[in-house]
């Protein structure tokens, strides 16, 4: 089943985000830290699909696993697949099939970029700049990769979300 996906983005406490993905069939909660600047990495992720390779992964650390996001995009939709590993440090460099599969699910392009902008734009809406450095401390609000990814899906996805409901523009 497609046209499913439901994505959100928590600040939960100092230095940690949690993360729920779900389709119809499977949901998904991650609790990912600080050590990488996640959100800024997954709305880069996210952007590259938009352009070449038609591969992007995207690693969580879960102090000590990882997480990895495969993205594979499919003419219009992206095969999602959810792989942990136990320890970071040691799977950093080894290939996605070596992890553990914990979520998979094949969306339109549209819908993912959609539902990961909409999930950025609420924690921004919702902490500020301001509020949101003082929660995870090590990185700042990604308002550029916000920008360049709301950018890629309003031009390059003719997204009737968007459309309907276009809501205020983001500030620089
Ligand atoms: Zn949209």
Redesign the pocket.
């Known amino acids: 089943m497609k046209d499913d996906l439901q994505f959100s983005w928590e600040l939960s406490g100092s230095g940690w985000a949690t993360y729920r993905i779900s389709d119809a069939a499977h949901k998904h909660k991650e609790i990912v830290s600080y050590c990488t600047n996640a959100l800024a990495d997954l709305l880069h992720g996210v952007a590259g699909l938009y352009g070449e390779p038609s591969v992007q992964r995207v690693s969580f650390d879960l102090e000590p696993a990882e997480e990895r996001w495969q993205l594979r995009r499919r003419g219009k939709d992206v095969d999602i697949s959810i792989y942990r590993f136990p320890d970071m440090h040691v799977s950093w460099d080894a290939p996605d099939e070596d992890g553990e599969l914990s979520w998979s699910s094949t969306q339109p392009r ?1 819908l993912l ?2 539902a990961v ?1 909409e999930a950025a734009r609420t924690v921004l809406s919702l902490h500020g700049e301001a509020g949101y450095l003082k929660k995870w401390v090590q990185h700042p609000f990604p308002v550029a990769e916000l920008h360049d990814l709301r950018r890629l ?2 031009q390059e ?1 003719e ?1 009737q ?2 459309q309907n409901s276009p809501g205020p523009d983001i500030h620089r």
Request: aromatic fraction near 0%; include cysteine; charged fraction near 20%.
């Open positions: 549209q970029g959609h902008v899906h309003q996805d997204c979300r968007c």
